[in-house]
């Protein structure tokens, strides 16, 4: 009997690297994935190479790949060797619906779900297409859609006494809202927005198409309303500070001309959303997709067919996720008591003198 066993091990064994050596013969092709995760605990996107304490969604991702047999192993520790290129570099705690890596894997039989059984359950690889040799899903998007899940008491006005299950939002507050909402629409200068660039950084001009908050629904007896904003590219921290911006004109912290003035060059103290809800929903590829998304070789990167299933995700790991979060850390509510720390009204330089001044009269 133990002989039965030991053969039976052999031959699974056998079999192994029988498969292994398959894996190794096939050519590798280049592609993208379409994955969604909920970034719940995880320091981000992108993998910090030898910074172990701080777990990625990458991190996940490329053990998968490994495991898998796409990648042979030494491309996980370095992934140029597999042109591994990520759509959108997520924040701490940022989660995604339609997120697009490029990379070249060995086409394995089965690969998604292959690919899937090595991953958690918030992380899914949804979709896979063949792209291009040179494509790159950064360099070749276009834009890019997130959304803001937000309960929709973070608007009420900062005199007035809210209970925040009982809280239902106005019509006029939500029209006061898109109408705040779609002045960053066009090209502005978003260098207040985010800690990395100076006023006179070309690189600080974004182009947002467009942001808008949708019609508030009841979640577990809590309302919430989502913003969508579609831009060319962000930067770090730029839609929840965009989004922080208006919720503190809405309150009544901030005037409105302040949305003006932080397009300027001075420096202005722009308060910056929790992470908690914001999630990346799409990226676009129009410009390739009308180049060769129609050439016989190639699928355009549209996800169509894959809809039901993202869909089906957000209602399983992200929505509840945002939600029970919210009601458990009160992540938004304890972020709208620190909005009366601000300075709306004057300037980094003001501030800074008015500091020394204050430090001289001691």
Same mark, same amino acid.
């Given at each position: 009997?133990?002989?039965?066993?030991?053969?039976? =091990?052999?031959?699974?064994?056998?079999?192994?690297?029988? /498969?292994?050596? #398959?894996?190794?013969? %096939?050519?590798? $092709?280049? *592609?993208?994935?379409?994955?969604?995760?909920?970034?719940?605990?995880?320091?981000?996107?992108?993998?910090?190479?030898?910074?172990?304490?701080?777990?990625?969604?990458?991190?996940?991702?490329?053990?998968?790949?490994?495991?898998?047999?796409?990648?042979?192993?030494?491309?996980?520790?370095?992934?140029?060797?597999?042109?591994?290129? =990520?759509?959108?570099?997520?924040?701490?705690?940022?989660? /995604?619906?339609? #997120?697009?890596?490029? %990379?070249?894997? $060995?086409? *394995?039989?089965?690969?998604?779900?292959?690919?899937?059984?090595?991953?958690?359950?918030?992380?899914?690889?949804?979709?896979?297409?063949?792209?291009?040799?040179?494509?790159?899903?950064?360099?070749?998007?276009?834009?890019?859609?997130?959304?803001?899940?937000?309960?929709?008491?973070?608007?009420?006005?900062?005199?007035?006494?809210?209970?925040?299950?009982?809280?239902?939002?106005?019509?006029?507050?939500?029209?006061?809202?898109?109408? %705040?909402?779609?002045?960053?629409?066009?090209?502005?200068?978003?260098?207040?927005?985010?800690?990395?660039?100076?006023?006179?950084?070309?690189?600080?001009?974004?182009?947002?198409?467009?942001?808008?908050?949708?019609?508030?629904?009841?979640?577990?007896?809590?309302?919430?309303?989502?913003?969508?904003?579609?831009?060319?590219?962000?930067?770090?921290?730029?839609?929840?500070?965009?989004?922080?911006?208006?919720?503190?004109?809405?309150?009544?912290?901030?005037?409105?001309?302040?949305?003006?003035?932080?397009?300027?060059?001075?420096?202005?103290?722009?308060?910056?959303?929790?992470?908690?809800?914001?999630?990346?929903?799409?990226?676009?590829?129009?410009?390739?997709?009308?180049?060769?998304?129609?050439?016989?070789?190639?699928?355009?990167?549209?996800?169509?067919?894959?809809?039901?299933?993202?869909?089906?995700?957000?209602?399983?790991?992200?929505?509840?996720?945002?939600?029970?979060?919210?009601?458990?850390?009160?992540?938004?509510?304890?972020?709208?008591?620190?909005?009366?720390?601000?300075?709306?009204?004057?300037?980094?330089?003001?501030?800074?003198?008015?500091?020394?001044?204050?430090?001289?009269?001691?």
């Amino acid at each position: 009997e133990e002989n039965g066993h030991q053969n039976k =091990r052999l031959k699974s064994d056998a079999d192994e690297e029988d /498969a292994e050596d #398959q894996n190794k013969k %096939l050519p590798k $092709r280049k *592609i993208v994935l379409l994955m969604a995760y909920s970034g719940k605990g995880y320091h981000g996107m992108q993998r910090n190479v030898g910074s172990s304490q701080f777990k990625t969604i990458e991190d996940d991702l490329v053990s998968a790949l490994v495991q898998s047999g796409c990648i042979p192993e030494n491309h996980g520790e370095d992934m140029k060797k597999m042109s591994f290129q =990520r759509c959108a570099r997520t924040d701490k705690g940022v989660s /995604a619906a339609g #997120q697009i890596v490029s %990379l070249k894997v $060995r086409l *394995i039989d089965d690969i998604l779900e292959k690919i899937n059984n090595h991953l958690p359950s918030h992380i899914r690889i949804l979709g896979l297409k063949r792209v291009t040799g040179g494509f790159n899903s950064k360099n070749k998007c276009d834009a890019r859609t997130y959304s803001y899940m937000l309960p929709t008491f973070a608007f009420a006005h900062k005199d007035q006494d809210v209970q925040e299950e009982l809280y239902r939002l106005d019509r006029e507050t939500l029209e006061r809202v898109n109408k %705040l909402l779609a002045c960053y629409k066009g090209t502005h200068n978003f260098h207040n927005f985010t800690s990395q660039k100076g006023p006179r950084d070309p690189s600080a001009k974004r182009y947002i198409m467009e942001m808008y908050c949708g019609e508030p629904f009841v979640r577990d007896s809590m309302e919430f309303a989502v913003i969508k904003v579609k831009g060319q590219s962000f930067m770090m921290h730029q839609i929840r500070k965009m989004i922080g911006l208006v919720i503190a004109v809405v309150k009544g912290y901030a005037a409105e001309s302040i949305m003006e003035r932080s397009w300027g060059e001075e420096k202005v103290d722009v308060p910056k959303a929790p992470g908690l809800g914001l999630v990346l929903e799409k990226v676009h590829f129009e410009k390739y997709n009308r180049r060769f998304g129609n050439d016989g070789l190639h699928e355009p990167l549209e996800w169509t067919e894959e809809e039901e299933k993202i869909a089906v995700f957000k209602e399983q790991y992200i929505y509840p996720t945002i939600i029970n979060t919210e009601r458990e850390e009160k992540s938004m509510a304890n972020w709208l008591n620190t909005l009366s720390i601000h300075d709306f009204n004057s300037s980094a330089v003001e501030m800074q003198t008015n500091n020394k001044n204050s430090k001289v009269n001691d």
